[in-house]
């Protein structure tokens, strides 16, 4: 089994990304995922979240009649709806409590979701900003909110739900573990942020001792590790990277990777002609396997 995995629609730009990229989509992949990001909360005073999500990428170019499309001219790839947000504009942060955030949640993502008449195949919970509640010392009430949406659209059989990802990171791994041992048997993949991380990872150490942490923490044919190619995450190179996947895959401990994404990797890297450089490579080093 090999699965990769690249979010999309993050961003307003390059211009030219006007669909989905299929010509990186390797035919060898047993699984190619295009992740589209954000659903989006609405927020009120505060940044307090309301529960009601809605589309934050540019459903012109990655709307229904695209995804009907793609997966009827690609058998491998998958689409999944990445909710939350990356940045601290989109917090979870919920203005309600657990049953009525959760009930709001649920009935806006399924409006998203019957939009696309099936062709979803799963959700990734993505908040990368979690705020901490006094009432909340052992981190659990992200858990709590956000299984109840998991669950309920995991049962919802007309949506047909059968992916669900989280993507935690060092700032918010708390929150997700609790998240992921309440839910494990629901939650199919990890999309471990170790790009992410406060410190530079500049050599296979650090990246072996934080695989392993994170193996540890989740469970370890879940995890799959994930690079940026967005400019400003340059906690990571990418030769540490790749070398260390390459040593993952010779010990049988690579079952994918993901990464973070498509809008910046569709504009080729300084002294480079060509885009999506990343992508290539990795799923044919997956592909080997």
Known sequence: MSIFREYIGVK????T???FPTEIIHSNINEFHFILGFAN??????????????????????GPDQVRILKENYANVKVVISIGGRDSKTPFNPLMDAEEWSQEAVNSLTVILQKYGNTIDGIDINYQHINRCGSDPDNRRFANYLGRVIRALRNDTALRINVVSIAPSQNNDAHYRNLYWE????????????YNHTDLISTHVDFLDLYNNAANAYHPGKILPGLS???ADDRM??????????????E???????????????????GENDAFLLEHFLQ????QT
């Open 12 to 15: 307003p730009y390059p211009t």
């Open 17 to 19: 990304l006007q669909d």
């Open 41 to 62: 909360e609405v927020y009120v005073d505060s940044n307090k979240g309301t529960g009601v999500f809605h589309e934050s990428w540019n459903v012109d170019y990655f």
């Open 183 to 194: 839910n494990k048997d629901e939650i199919n993949w990890v999309d471990y942020q170790f």
């Open 229 to 231: 190619t967005d400019p």
């Open 237 to 250: 190179p990418w030769k540490i990277f790749v070398v260390f996947c390459i040593l993952l895959q010779q």
């Open 252 to 270: 049988s401990k690579l079952p994918g990777i993901f990464v973070w994404n498509a809008n910046d990797s569709a504009i080729p890297p300084p």
């Open 284 to 287: 044919r080093l997956l592909a």
